[in-house]
Nanobody, 124 residues
Framework: QVQLVESGGGSAQAGGSLRLSCAAS????????MGWFRQAPGKEREFVAH????????SYADSVKGRFTISRDNAVNTVYLQMNSLKPEDTSDYYC?????????????????WGQGTQVTVSS
């Protein structure tokens, strides 16, 4: 059974930084792409970033491009989301997800497993 456990959420001032981590277990981590999504209260879940199975390809939502960086360390089965230049509109619950393939997708429906989420609050 796959488990994804996020950590690193919390509060930050606008312009600050946070780093999210997602530790995976249960199937061969290095065989699957990973993604980060977020969902604010009353809003739909939205794509943030994805990374392919070996870290050779990444993709970002326009709203975070140039500010967020997704990376992975297959030796420790962990994917990261470095968030810089945070804005109040980044306030949300952030979820990591494991793709059903070696490549990532912007649609949540192509991800088989999800973490429980970690909250990020950015104040102005």
């Amino acid at each position: 059974q796959v488990q994804l456990v996020e950590s690193g959420g919390g509060s930050a001032q606008a312009g600050g930084s946070l780093r999210l981590s997602c530790a995976a277990s249960g199937r061969t981590f290095s065989s699957y792409a990973m993604g980060w999504f977020r969902q604010a209260p009353g809003k739909e879940r939205e794509f943030v970033a994805h990374i392919n199975y070996n870290g050779g390809h990444t993709s970002y939502a326009d709203s975070v491009k140039g500010r967020f960086t997704i990376s992975r360390d297959n030796a420790v089965n962990t994917v990261y989301l470095q968030m810089n230049s945070l804005k109040p509109e980044d306030t949300s619950d952030y979820y990591c997800a494991q793709s059903r393939a070696t490549v990532g997708f912007t649609s949540a429906r192509f991800y088989d497993y999800w973490g429980q989420g970690t909250q990020v609050t950015v104040s102005s």
